[in-house]
Nanobody, 126 residues
Framework: QVQLVESGGGLVQPGESLRLSCKAS????????IGWFRQAPGEERERVSC????????YYEDFVKGRFTVSRDNVENTAYLQMDMMAPDDSAVYYC???????????????????WGQGSQVTVSS
């Protein structure tokens, strides 16, 4: 059974940090790129970051570049999104998603991803 289980969301104040985890099971994790998406109320789901299977294959949208860091542990079958210097505009439900790939493939459109986590609420508020 394929599963992506997210954890680590919560409420933080502006300027603080959170780390999201995405634990995978039921598929070959090290052959899949992992995307991180977020969706705020009334908004489209948007890609935040992605990590491919090749060394150094990481991507960030401009609005998180320099603040968020994506990583993966292929032994633990887990991906991470470290979020620093958070701002109220970062408030959303965050999702991880997986797509079978080779190397540097890290698509932006959500419908290119095969497996999805359940979502984790992140709220940034003072």
């Amino acid at each position: 059974q394929v599963q992506l289980v997210e954890s680590g969301g919560g409420l933080v104040q502006p300027g603080e940090s959170l780390r999201l985890s995405c634990k995978a099971s039921g598929f070959t994790f090290d052959r899949h790129s992992i995307g991180w998406f977020r969706q705020a109320p009334g908004e489209e789901r948007e890609r935040v970051s992605c990590i491919g299977t090749a060394d150094g294959a990481t991507y960030y949208e401009d609005f998180v570049k320099g603040r968020f860091t994506v990583s993966r542990d292929n032994v633990e079958n887990t991906a991470y999104l470290q979020m620093d210097m958070m701002a109220p505009d970062d408030s959303a439900v965050y999702y991880c998603a997986a797509v079978r790939t080779g190397g540097w493939y890290c698509p932006s459109p959500p419908d290119h991803y095969t497996y999805w986590g359940q979502g984790s609420q992140v709220t940034v508020s003072s």
